[in-house]
């Protein structure tokens, strides 16, 4: 993957050097081999390059033979040898970038439909005077943008955007409803105001007169009308990853795999070990607390597909140490506590591989969390009026000791006063009261996860309403942010759009069935991994907050979200915040989410707000770099 920036004026004034040198100073991580920077007028675009494909040549930005589009690219496009067949054009390299700028040249950005891969790119058509901004399919890539009456500025990270601003902007006190809701917003809104997120399967076309025009080119299928038989459902997902992961293998650089010992990401790496005969590395993280340990599982798989093993071990001190770090990195609040143990994973690989796999995307496509095996059942008990739920919800929430985690987390999403409100619960750490009362007085902004629906399919509705934000918005920008913090490519081949396609079009009986989650994907997993892996119960990347924020990090979370400076302290209601600290002291209760979530919150504020963390966090300051010709030869 690589890093883009780039600026258009409206008014006609030309766009400076020193503005897209600004802002590309911000992605040397996205990009350490190579740079290029493109100007004429009022367009400037910036490209920051981690050679995957075409080492030697693919230097960017890239103009077409005909002179009639410019291109920067972030990302891959799996399927370019394919398409180079069947375009008509003279090529000059053997990359992707110049497949995706001649098919450009021959077909327009309808060529965009035919891609397989994951990508964010900024095409300039001279001849229409328009500028296409492209986010791929699912999200993977990030695409962010700031505009404002004289000119728009988009790049790889919100830190690109900020670093070509003449002003700062503040917090975007709206989003701080959807950020408690889910710890993280979703787009196109971001906790920076003005600062937005393209959506997934999204484009922008942006004219030079500063007219702008908003296009979903992609959304999931409809659900199959014909009946599926499972052995059927299960040959077609066992198909369909083998193509995604051949397609993720694509790169002229090494390849490797993360492996926590689940079944998403043993899948994978058991597919890419046959794959590639073999010759595969894979990676795994451990925390130390038997709990949530799951390195014997990684090892066993690793065992059994014969993948040379590397780990790497997470302890509360890198939590202290890497905090504001990994934070202008995710250029948000830190979303999940895995965030830290993703950075020391990628850090390991990168000093063996250059593109490494990961299994995002399985629960999220084939119903693998817990919620989706009650979920009619949720929508039969929510026929209780909501008054009476949202009642017992209040009296038996905090009532409810640590040992029953999952059924306080059931019974909030039941008492919630609607469907939509429901969805979004099982992922919330606060409940529509507790956000109320953190926010009393600070303006809120309507979301929604929601596709429109009859609710007559609650699992589908849940797994549309995932995909459309918890995946994208929370684990995929963690995954970018975190890989890219280290110059290491993500690839997640379960989102592969053709095989997110065919997940969407498999009925929901298939995905949870006889009360198993996943189990379809199960099924295809049991024909290459032992039974012990496939049928052990799910245990998720997680991180002992509970003891740390009772013994290490006490004191430390006790300041930083109650202090007098304290921006969480000032903006929520203090007493609350500290109830919730006294509750989770005592040992009866576990209230790591919300505090983690108002930690995140607090770390982000201090690394781009405080004087003390935001000079060096968004680097303003221009490095000497070496001189680049202005004028864009044709690929």
């Known amino acids: ?190 906790l920076f105001e003005g600062v937005r997120k393209l959506e997934p399967g999204h484009r922008m076309e942006v004219r030079l007169d500063g007219s702008m025009r908003d296009v979903e080119y992609w959304a999931p299928p409809a659900a199959d009308s014909r009946r599926w038989r499972a052995t059927d459902a299960v040959d077609a997902v066992d198909a369909a990853v083998t193509d995604a992961v051949r397609s993720a293998l694509v790169a002229d650089v090494p390849v490797g795999s993360y492996l926590s010992g689940g079944v998403d990401s043993s899948l994978i790496a058991a597919k890419a070990a046959e794959l590639s005969h073999g010759r595969l590395q894979t990676f795994a993280a451990g925390f130390g607390d038997p709990r949530h340990d799951e390195l014997p599982f990684a090892r066993q798989v690793a065992a059994h597909i014969g993948s040379e093993h590397h780990e790497v071990h997470v302890d509360s001190a890198d939590f202290e140490s890497l905090w504001h770090t990994l934070t202008w990195h995710r250029d948000a609040p830190m979303s999940e506590p895995a965030d830290f143990a993703v950075y020391r994973l990628a850090q390991a690989a990168r000093r063996e591989v250059t593109v490494v796999l990961s299994g995002e995307g399985g629960d999220e496509l084939f119903a693998g969390y817990p919620k989706y095996r009650v979920a009619r059942a949720m929508e039969s008990l929510s026929l209780v009026p909501p008054s009476l739920r949202g009642f017992a919800g209040r009296a038996l929430d905090p009532r409810l000791p640590a040992s029953l985690g999952r059924m306080r987390i059931a019974l909030r999403a039941w008492a919630a006063p609607s469907r939509e409100e429901r969805h979004r619960t099982w992922f919330a750490p606060f409940t529509a009261d507790e956000r109320l009362g953190l926010l009393s007085g600070v303006p809120t902004r309507p979301t ?28 995929l920008e963690r995954g970018d942010r975190m890989s890219m913090a280290t110059s290491l490519e993500l690839r997640p081949p379960l989102l592969d759009h053709r095989l997110v396609e065919l997940a969407f079009r498999l009925p929901s009986s298939v995905k949870v069935h006889s009360g198993q989650t996943k189990w379809v994907l199960k099924e295809v997993a049991r024909r290459y991994l032992p039974a012990e892996i496939v049928d052990r119960p799910k245990v998720g990347f997680r991180v002992p907050l509970d003891s740390w924020f009772r013994t290490s990090l006490r004191d430390n979370v006790r300041d930083r979200l109650t202090g007098p400076s304290s921006f969480v302290a000032q903006t929520f209601d203090r007493n609350m915040i500290r109830a919730m600290l006294d509750r989770h002291d005592s040992g009866q209760f576990n209230e790591e989410s919300r505090i983690w979530t108002l930690m995140s919150l607090e770390v982000w504020h201090e690394t781009f707000f405080s004087p003390m963390h935001v000079a060096p966090a968004i680097r303003l300051e221009t490095p000497a770099r070496t001189a680049q010709p202005e004028a864009l030869p044709a690929a």
């Open 1 to 190: 993957m690589c890093g883009i920036a780039g600026a258009v004026r409206f008014d006609g004034d030309r766009v400076r050097r020193n503005l897209v040198t600004r802002m590309m100073a911000t992605l040397d991580h996205r990009g350490p081999d190579d740079e290029g920077i493109w100007l004429e007028g009022p367009i400037g675009f910036g490209h920051r390059r981690l050679s995957i494909i075409d080492l030697a040549g693919s230097v960017q930005p890239m103009r077409s033979i005909d002179g009639r589009w410019t291109l920067i690219l972030n990302g891959e496009i799996f399927n370019y040898k394919e398409l180079r067949r069947g375009l008509r054009y003279p090529f000059r390299t053997d990359g992707d970038t110049e497949t995706l700028l001649a098919g450009l040249v021959e077909h327009g950005i309808g060529f965009l439909d035919r891609l397989v891969g994951q990508f964010a790119f900024a095409a300039f058509d001279h001849s229409a005077g328009v500028l296409h901004l492209v986010r791929d399919r699912l999200g993977i890539l990030p695409l962010y943008y700031h505009r404002d009456r004289g000119s728009i500025l988009f790049g790889s990270e919100i830190k690109t955007v900020l670093a070509g601003l003449t002003h700062s902007p503040d917090v975007d006190l709206a989003s701080l409803d959807a950020y408690l809701y889910g710890r993280s917003v979703p787009a196109p809104f971001t």
């Open 448 to 475: 929604s996860m929601l596709r429109a629906g009859d609710g007559s399919d609650a699992i589908r509705e849940m797994l549309l309403g995932d995909l459309r934000s918890w995946l994208p918005d929370n684990l």
